[in-house]
Structure formats: C-alpha cells, structure tokens
T-cell receptor, first 116, second 116 residues
Framework: AQSVAQPEDQVNVAEGNPLTVKCTYS??????LFWYVQYPNRGLQFLLK??????LVKGSYGFEAEFNKSQTSFHLKKPSALVSDSALYFC??????????????FGGGTRLMVKP | DGGITQSPKYLFRKEGQNVTLSCEQN?????MYWYRQDPGQGLRLIYY???????QKGDIAEGYSVSREKKESFPLTVTSAQKNPTAFYLC???????????????FGPGTRLTVL
C-alpha cells in the first residue's frame, strides 16, 4: 500500500522568509510525487510533480520541491514567502507497482500561514 | 479550476434523501475521479472512471453511486445509505493516457454538501 505523511498541520513563516512544507512517502517501486495547493472553498491547484530526472523540480508561483530517495521525502520549498501563499498544501504519491489506475494517495494537508 | 465545473457549489440535503452532484469537463480527458474531503483527513477517493461506460470503486465507495455515459460528465449520487455525507466533494480529471507513467489530475471547484 502507498501512503503519504505531512507531519506538520500548520507552518508559520514571515513574509520574505524561506518556507518549507514537509512530505514523506511510502510506495512500492519508484514514486511519482505531486504537490497541490488549495485556497478556501476552492478546488486543488496543481503546483508541480516529480516523475523522473532531476531531484529538484520547479513549479508554479516560484515553488520548488526536492526529491530525496534515501529519506523518502519530497519537501516543498520557496525562497521568499508571500502573504498570498497562505493556503492549504497537499502532497500526493502514486507508486509504480501495484497501481492499476492513476490512483493518487493524498497526505492530510499542511496549512501555511505567511504573516506580513 | 478551469475546464472542470461542478454544481451546485452548496447543497443541502435532508436525511433519507438522495442527491446528485454534477461534474463536467471540457478538457477532452478520458479519466475522471470523485474525492471526498474532510477536515484533517486529506482527500479520499470515492469512485473513478478511466473510460466512458466504465468505472471502479475507490477507497470509500459505500453509500455512493456514479455513472459515466458521456466522456464529459461524471455525476456522483450520494444515497441515503451514506451515513455521514456532510463533506466537501471534489471532482478531478486527467488525460488517462495508457502506460505506467501517471498523468496530472486537475480539479474542479468543489461542492459542499451539508445534511440537515
């Protein structure tokens, strides 16, 4: 079975400071990893994904994520946070093996609060 | 959210009633999904469909039903058998390309269902 953990329910950061939202995973075979963002009462917006290749993936709105196979992590990062980045962030994983469809498993979400 | 519409945005249901949530996409995607979102639990997969006239149960299908008569549409019915239906429901779609690599899921704006 595949699983995702987002160990922090909330992350607080001051505007202009770097931010990190943590994600660890467990899958069979190679992982395929995704980050989504959700604003209040809205659907999820795709930020970035790791399929293969470079461990550092760049995505929308200045976000990036680093895939670390040995630590089974895929942390989301941004060099300088904006107040408008405040939202709920979800990490998702799909394993290479034993997954008949395109089924993603989502983490519980991390609320990012960026203060002016 | 562009390309995937969900209606209504808010829905109120009396106990014992069936209700149907609409999901339409104009992205020419083959695959469509329904998720349920509860606070602190992330997203859980209810049903998914990889092609017209075919669908499979997800992790929490009990008390729900779907149909996929058209490529663009994937309505979800919440039946009276669903004991705790109050939640935020999200529809998603993806290209559904064949092969082992995952394609990105794109989400609609969601429907908030409340049981009175």
């Amino acid at each position: 079975a595949q699983s995702v953990a987002q160990p922090e329910d909330q992350v607080n950061v001051a505007e202009g400071n770097p931010l990190t939202v943590k994600c660890t995973y467990s899958v069979s075979g190679n992982p395929y990893l995704f980050w989504y963002v959700q604003y209040p009462n809205r659907g999820l917006q795709f930020l970035l994904k790791y399929i293969t290749g470079d461990n550092l993936v760049k995505g929308s709105y200045g976000f990036e994520a680093e895939f670390n196979k040995s630590q089974t992590s895929f942390h989301l990062k941004k060099p300088s946070a904006l107040v408008s980045d405040s939202a709920l962030y979800f990490c998702a994983v799909r394993g290479e093996i034993g997954n008949a469809g395109n089924m993603l498993t989502f983490g519980g979400g991390t609320r990012l609060m960026v203060k002016p | 959210d562009g390309g995937i519409t969900q209606s209504p945005k808010y829905l109120f249901r009396k106990e014992g009633q069936n209700v149907t949530l609409s999901c339409e996409q104009n992205l020419n995607h083959d695959a469509m999904y329904w998720y349920r979102q509860d606070p602190g639990q992330g997203l859980r997969l209810i049903y998914y469909s990889q092609i017209v006239n075919d669908f499979q149960k997800g992790d929490i299908a009990e008390g729900y039903s779907v149909s996929r008569e058209k490529k663009e549409s994937f309505p979800l019915t919440v039946t009276s058998a669903q004991k705790n239906p109050t939640a935020f429901y999200l529809c998603a779609s993806s290209l559904g390309t064949s092969g082992s690599l995952p394609d990105t899921q794109y989400f609609g704006p969601g429907t908030r269902l409340t049981v009175l």
